[in-house]
C-alpha cells in the first residue's frame, strides 16, 4: 500500500484535491481489505477453537489411557482415563518421569520401546505399572510418535488399554492347571 501511495504521488497532477482523493480511495480500500481479512482470520479460529474442543472431548471422554512423553520420559500430557487407570491426579503424573510408575525390572522395555518409536516405528507392547495405591496395573500399549506440521518428530504417544483383569485371569488359570497337573500325577497308575 505504501508503493502504492507513492507512485500516485509520482504520476497524480499537481493538484492536491486530486492527490486527496486518490489517498481517500486507497486508505478506503484498505480498510475494506483489513475488515474482510480480520472476518476470515476470525472465523478461522472460531473453527479452531470448535476443532480443539471436539478433539480434547475425544482424548479426554476416550476409554483409553493416554500418555505423551519425551525422549527421556517425561510426561508431557496425560489424559484423564490414565490418571483414573493409576489412581493419580494429573499434576502428580505430569511432568514427572515414567520410570516414578513403573517397576524396575521392566523398565527396560520401556527404553527400548521409546528408541524405536523415535525412530520411526509403531510399536504394541505390555508394560506393567504401579498404581498410587501399590497395586499393579498393566496394560496394552500402542506406541507411535508425534510430528509437528512440518513433519520433525516432537514426542510419543501412547495409547493405553487396561488388561489387568486379563492378566489376573491368566495367572489363575495358570495355577489351576498346575494344580490339576499335580493331581493327575498323583492318580494310580500314573
Not at 507513492?6 to 480498510?31: G, H, K, M
Not at 520401546?113 to 509403531?122: A, H, L, S
Request: net charge negative; glycine share 4%; hydrophobic share 40%.
Amino acid at each position: 500500500m505504501a508503493s502504492l501511495l507513492l507512485i500516485t504521488e509520482l504520476i497524480t497532477p499537481v493538484d492536491s484535491f486530486v492527490q486527496e482523493i486518490l489517498r481517500a480511495i486507497i486508505l478506503v480500500s484498505v480498510s475494506v481489505i483489513t475488515v474482510f481479512i480480520s472476518e476470515k482470520i476470525e472465523k478461522t479460529q472460531i473453527k479452531l477453537v470448535i476443532s480443539e474442543e471436539k478433539y480434547r472431548n475425544i482424548v479426554e471422554t476416550t476409554h483409553e489411557g493416554i500418555v505423551v512423553g519425551d525422549t527421556q520420559g517425561t510426561i508431557l500430557y496425560v489424559n484423564q482415563r490414565m490418571c483414573e487407570l493409576l489412581g493419580y491426579e494429573r499434576e502428580e503424573l505430569e511432568n514427572h518421569n515414567i520410570f516414578e510408575f513403573t517397576p524396575e525390572d521392566k523398565r527396560d522395555l520401556l527404553v527400548e520401546t521409546r528408541k524405536k518409536v523415535v525412530e520411526g516405528e509403531k510399536i504394541a507392547f505390555y508394560p506393567e505399572f504401579h498404581r498410587k495405591d501399590g497395586s499393579k496395573l498393566w496394560t496394552l500399549a500402542q506406541a507411535s510418535p508425534l510430528y509437528d506440521d512440518q513433519g520433525q518428530y516432537m514426542a510419543n504417544l501412547y495409547m493405553h488399554s487396561d488388561i489387568t483383569e486379563l492378566k489376573k485371569a491368566r495367572k489363575a488359570l495358570e495355577v489351576s492347571y498346575a494344580q490339576l497337573e499335580k493331581k493327575v500325577e498323583e492318580l494310580p497308575g500314573n
